[in-house]
């Protein structure tokens, strides 16, 4: 048996995202979004100080089940491409004091 996950177009979260400046030590949390039948996401920021950016993996939207972490330094631009691995994804980023 084999899985061919469905070919949905790309697009941009509006949930996930922020231009806000955040002050030191300030986090953003972004919002559960399903993505069931989408393969990957990407995933980017850039600051002018260092940051950390978490994504969180959950089954059901609500608990968290895994987390990746990458950090960055100031005036870098992180880019990421995860495979999904479960049906809700959200982003955090948090700036460094």
């Not at 979004?33 to 950016?53: L, M, P, Q, R």
Request: glycine share 6%; aromatic share 12%; with cysteine.
């Amino acid at each position: 048996m084999s899985y061919i996950p469905s070919q949905l177009p790309n697009r941009e979260s509006t949930v996930n995202k922020t231009t806000t400046p955040l002050n030191n030590g300030q986090t953003y949390t972004g919002t559960w979004e399903h993505c069931a039948g989408y393969s990957s996401v990407v995933f980017y920021g850039k600051s002018d100080t260092a940051f950390t950016i978490y994504l969180d993996f959950s089954p059901d939207g609500v608990n968290v089940d895994s987390t990746l972490t990458f950090t960055s330094d100031a005036n870098l631009n992180e880019v990421h491409r995860i495979t999904i691995t479960r049906p809700y994804v959200r982003i955090r980023i948090t700036n460094s004091s």
